[in-house]
């Protein structure tokens, strides 16, 4: 296969992975490349499978929540398919293309509203396809009333990035924290991606002070329960308690007496891998049988861990 360079790329490794378990796998997806589920009262699920956002029909119009790029216009579809109303206000969770790629989609110019640290993100971003907020806040908290319904919107601080919000449906007990973690399955890519593991670890207990039967995690397609925040709590205590007893088994000089002295970047790498590698066979295997994709994401997650064991 060629690509734009003229130069030929090969795709050699075969990765094998354990297969998921049943309940890690979710519903099948229809042949429309979208599942909407009512969570009661006006407010809906959507999912593609690989990303997941809800809206709610007011009154006086719908509210959503993102634009997930790999819904696309088929979240037009879904919205239609349970309302005429128009879309008038579209809530930012945070800046990231992946659940904002899609927002220019949205017809006759919806309110856009986040917190204004998103909304500085996106200046920077200056992508025609994530519009600039028409409205922000800058504190903790902001309340949003469309057609008599209310969602509420808090910043608790930067568990995945600077502006992430819950997004809390009250009256329907509802709670949507985007890339949070993930639903019947293990964290991906160092715990989401996260810049700081202890604010990650409070924002799971943010996440239970809520009021809410059902949690909107933004990836996969399933929604959650309260215990499925519990379990994530578990598994990422689990990662921690393995991450110390690693750092405390592996020796520095004994990891790195065969890379050269001078080479003090190789050392580094060659310690911390030495760390995660053995974090990562001490953790439990149960959780195989506990999370999907635990053996995909085990080294991503125990790596971000053990740095944040090394740093804060």
């Not at 354990?18 to 999912?47: E, H, K, Q, R």
């Not at 396809?129 to 469309?146: I, M």
């Amino acid at each position: 296969m060629g690509n734009s360079s003229g130069a030929e790329v090969h795709f050699t490794q075969k990765a094998s992975f354990a297969p998921l378990p049943d309940f890690a796998i979710g519903p099948d997806i229809p042949s429309s490349g979208y599942l909407t589920t009512d969570l009661g009262g006006g407010l809906y699920g959507v999912t593609s499978g690989l990303v997941n956002t809800m809206f709610l029909v007011t009154k006086r119009g719908v509210v959503v929540l993102d634009a997930p790029r790999d819904l696309g216009d088929r979240f037009l579809a879904a919205i239609g398919e349970v309302t005429t109303q128009p879309v008038t206000h579209l809530v930012y969770s945070h800046a990231h293309a992946d659940h904002t790629g899609s927002a220019d989609l949205f017809p006759g110019s919806p309110t856009v509203v986040a917190h204004e640290l998103t909304g500085n993100l996106l200046k920077m971003a200056n992508d025609p396809h994530r519009p600039l907020p028409t409205e922000t806040f800058s504190g903790r908290h902001h309340t949003l009333n469309v057609g008599g319904e209310r969602l509420e919107l808090e910043y608790p601080g930067d568990f995945h990035q600077p502006g992430n919000l819950f997004v809390h449906a009250p009256d329907h007990r509802v709670l949507a924290v985007i890339d949070s973690f993930t639903v019947k399955s293990a964290p991906f890519f160092r715990l989401l991606f996260t810049a700081h593991v202890p604010t990650y670890v409070a924002s799971l207990n943010w996440i239970l002070d809520y009021p809410f039967d059902t949690i909107v995690t933004g990836h996969m397609s399933q929604f959650g329960k309260p215990e499925d925040v519990e379990i994530t709590k578990q598994y990422v205590a689990d990662l921690h308690s393995s991450g110390q007893k690693a750092l405390k088994m592996v020796d520095y000089n004994d990891a790195v007496r065969h890379v050269p002295a001078e080479n003090r970047q190789a050392r580094l790498k060659v310690y911390v891998d030495t760390v995660v590698d053995t974090a990562a066979d001490i953790m439990p295997k149960s959780w195989a049988d506990r999370l999907g994709g635990f053996d995909i994401f085990l080294k991503d997650n125990v790596n971000v861990v053990v740095w944040s064991l090394l740093n804060d």
